[in-house]
């Protein structure tokens, strides 16, 4: 029985209440964590999915480079002017797949273009620098893309994919 005199002066009972209540709680704690923890993606699950950063000052003008995101290769072409310019003179009208080359790069950063390289016929991979277009070709099935990425002849019904990318600086980009 708690006086008046002992709430001023808490007892060697409130003590171990106290005590018991704080011991239970870390307990309970500690046999959770493992239980909670196990449910995070594993670290190789997580390093999959990951942006990645390209460094693009080795890349010279006209070379592409192709690198991987999430299992799948990407090229990063260092586009020539007069592979811009052709890639801009096409009547977007007439593609099968229309989308203009403005629309497929970053502003301010044209001479770059970053595609998925996967033909979205049957997910062969396309070779870089052939074809008619100077852009992409297909040897499984004879897509050909140009070099904006967007399909111009052959069975291939979109164009390459743009995945999400962003620069960080002017000679390096953020892919994811």
Request: glycine residues 8%; hydrophobic residues 40%.
């Amino acid at each position: 029985m708690t006086t008046a005199s002992s709430a001023d002066h808490p007892t060697r009972r409130d003590f171990l209440f106290v005590a018991t209540g704080a011991a239970a709680a870390v307990g309970g704690a500690a046999a959770l964590w493992p239980f909670i923890s196990q449910m995070n993606p594993d670290a190789s699950t997580i390093a999959a999915g990951a942006p990645i950063e390209v460094d693009l000052s080795p890349v010279a003008e006209g070379q592409d480079i192709k690198v991987f995101w999430r299992g799948k290769p990407i090229y990063i072409s260092h586009r020539t002017k007069k592979q811009i310019d052709e890639a801009r003179a096409v009547n977007v009208a007439s593609l099968p797949d229309p989308q203009t080359d403005e629309a497929r790069v970053k502003s301010g950063h044209e001479q770059w273009l970053v595609v998925i390289g996967i033909c979205t016929h049957l997910g062969c991979i396309p070779i870089a620098h052939e074809g008619n277009y100077d852009g992409f070709f297909c040897p499984c099935h004879g897509s050909q893309y140009d070099s904006s990425g967007r399909i111009r002849q052959g069975p291939a019904p979109a164009n390459l994919a743009v995945p999400p990318y962003q620069f960080v600086s002017d000679t390096k980009i953020q892919i994811g």
